[in-house]
């Protein structure tokens, strides 16, 4: 049988540098786990742009159909911030989620114990938190037409609109429940129906969807400044979060932020499955290019090699190494290393992000 493909687009920022500790690990599997990957590297976000003049190059965008996985690392920087909207590094990723209709986006926030400390809110609330964020990733105000800035009168007007179908509601709402199922059994949707249709359709969607088909899950609605609130209260009384494409980018970031760092929080965006079973997927660090730290070795390679971990469970159906995987980070958090932003105010001597990296695969070794 074919080795499984892997189509790497490490991007901007610190998309390389983390995206440099993933290949360690999927070099290791090779050489300790006997799984290979055929690798294929390509552009996106600025450096496409800086070479094609586009963020995403079309050839690209056909290797991302054909794999079965992409891992990317992250697309921006301020190099572009005065690039034409249509061509902004982001506008790359947001091709690639979209094309490839990547609409169950799982943005897991979990702390790991030896991180309980460092969060900004109390250990007791963030301890043993164990939580996924479902995000809709292709639709809603991201893509709703009309948009653009338009002249009205003697004034531009912006424009923007929050646009879902049932269809897109229903299947979202599905990969929530099925995950639920294979976790603590709870969904919490959040919208704001108390301003918007959009969140009157959602919320209604979601329930019938429960009460047709998944009955069994325990369903709750929140509206999502409630939700925001209640994730910084007490998060631990979530387990599974249904949520549309902008409230998602925010509360997820928000969730981040309990584990300890930007840093840790990994992500999964899976389609629809494709001819030989496995869905469409594309595995991401929830973090950006941080320009503020490119260049330093500072960044936290873990929500990038922990997004690989996703993609060895969620496309490769390799849960065994995907939890070996997470064991390892999980081991050397609490032998104490810390990269730059784990580190707490009253200091100690962070590691670099290769230095992390190679610890890693050194707990990986030992766990063999
Ligand atoms: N998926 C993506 O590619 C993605 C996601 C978010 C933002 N962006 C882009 O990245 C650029 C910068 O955006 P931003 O500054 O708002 O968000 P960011 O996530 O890049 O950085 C926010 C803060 O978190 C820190 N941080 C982020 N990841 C880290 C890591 N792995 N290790 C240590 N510290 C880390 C940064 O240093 C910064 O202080 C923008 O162009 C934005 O559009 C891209
Ligand atoms: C870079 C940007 C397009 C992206 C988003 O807004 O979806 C990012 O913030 C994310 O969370 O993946
Ligand atoms: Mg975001």
Known sequence: MANPSLLILAGDGIGPEVMAEVKKII????????????????????????????????????????????????????????????????????????????????????????????????????????????????????????????????????????????????????????????RGNKVCSMEKANVMESGILWRDVVQEIHDKEYPDVQLSHMYADAGAMQLTRWPKQFDVIVTDNLFGDLLSDLAAMLTGSLGMLPSASLGAPMANGRPKALYEPVHGSAPDIAGTGKANPIACILSFAMALRYSFDMGEDAARVEAAVEKVLADGLRTADLMGPDGGTPISTTQMGDAIVAALDASL
């Not at 159909?65 to 061509?87: C, H, I, M, R, T």
């Not at 943005?107 to 809110?121: E, I, M, N």
């Open 27 to 182: 070099g290791w599997m090779g050489a300790k786990r006997g799984v290979s990957f055929d690798v294929t590297e390509d552009l996106v976000g600025g450096c496409a742009y800086d070479k094609h003049g586009v963020p995403l190059h079309d050839d690209t965008m056909a290797k991302a159909q054909e794999v079965d996985a992409v891992l990317l690392g992250a697309v921006g920087g301020p190099k572009y911030d005065s690039l034409d909207f249509s061509v902004k590094p982001e506008r790359g990723l947001l091709r690639l989620r979209k094309e490839m209709d990547l609409f169950s986006n799982l943005r897991p926030a979990q702390c790991f114990d030896a991180l309980a400390d460092f969060s900004s809110l109390k250990k007791e609330v963030v301890a043993g938190l164990d939580i996924v964020i479902v995000r809709e990733l292709t639709s809603g105000v991201y893509f709703g037409e009309p948009r653009g800035i338009f002249v009205e009168g003697n004034e531009r007007v912006g424009i923007n609109t929050q646009r879902y179908t049932e269809s897109e509601i229903a299947r979202v709402a599905r990969s929530a429940f099925e995950l639920a199922r294979k």
